[in-house]
T-cell receptor, first 112, second 111 residues
Framework: DAGVIQSPRHEVTEMGQEVTLRCKPI?????LFWYRQTMMRGLELLIY????????DSGMPEDRFSAKMPNASFSTLKIQPSEPRDSAVYFC??????????FGQGTRLTVV | DQQVKQNSPSLSVQEGRISILNCDYT??????FLWYKKYPAEGPTFLIS?????DKNEDGRFTVFLNKSAKHLSLHIVPSQPGDSAVYFC??????????FGQGTTLQVKP
């Protein structure tokens, strides 16, 4: 398996634009997580799914953020509209409970 | 509120000495604990884990200790090597599958 795959690796967008981050988890994993890395909060959990169903989205900062997992092989995190304070590195991770989670390389988002 | 806390943002040690990284958690429902290592421009990678039924787990130079009564875990690296320089994250998991990370500690191992 190629591991968790995220795209794009880098995204630069203008304030107010819609941004979509993509993630392909490891095949067979039943949990998928979206994290945002910040200096203050470290790896901040935004939302996680179990068997494609969102379980806890309490970490999503605002209604501008949304996430979907239409099937076991794909998930998206969308920000609409984007703001400069959304600039961060976003990570996707998957696991087969209760083992360790595997992370993608991350998407560095810059909103100007 | 931060359910998993790493109170030391950074740590510097000499090569060959022991590195001790600490982590505290607040939720007694956590039953599985993990440490990850992260290099710049890469995703975090799994290092070592421990179940709540144990108080120690060792893997080569890395040992994780769990003190459930204090809700505290630590990672010991001995001997430390320059290649260990990275950001270390602790994480806690409950039976709901939720996986929460701390703020991270930047370890610098000086040659």
């Amino acid at each position: 398996d190629a591991g968790v795959i995220q795209s794009p690796r880098h995204e630069v967008t203008e304030m107010g634009q819609e941004v979509t981050l993509r993630c392909k988890p490891i095949s067979g994993h039943d949990y998928l997580f979206w994290y945002r890395q910040t200096m203050m909060r470290g790896l901040e959990l935004l939302i996680y799914f179990n068997n494609n169903v969102p379980i806890d989205d309490s970490g999503m900062p605002e209604d501008r953020f949304s996430a979907k997992m239409p099937n076991a092989s794909f998930s998206t995190l969308k920000i609409q509209p984007s703001e400069p304070r959304d600039s961060a590195v976003y990570f996707c991770a998957s696991r087969f409970q209760p083992t360790e989670a595997f992370f993608g390389q991350g998407t560095r988002l810059t909103v100007v | 509120d931060q359910q998993v806390k790493q109170n030391s943002p950074s740590l510097s040690v000499q090569e060959g000495r022991i590195s001790i990284l600490n982590c505290d958690y607040t939720n007694s429902m956590f039953d599985y604990f993990l440490w990850y290592k992260k290099y710049p421009a890469e995703g975090p990678t799994f290092l070592i884990s421990i179940s709540s039924i144990k108080d120690k787990n060792e893997d080569g130079r890395f040992t994780v200790f769990l003190n459930k009564s204090a809700k505290h875990l630590s990672l010991h690296i001995v001997p430390s090597q320059p290649g260990d320089s990275a950001v270390y994250f602790c994480a806690s998991s409950s039976n709901t599958g939720k996986l929460i990370f701390g703020q991270g500690t930047t370890l610098q191992v000086k040659p």
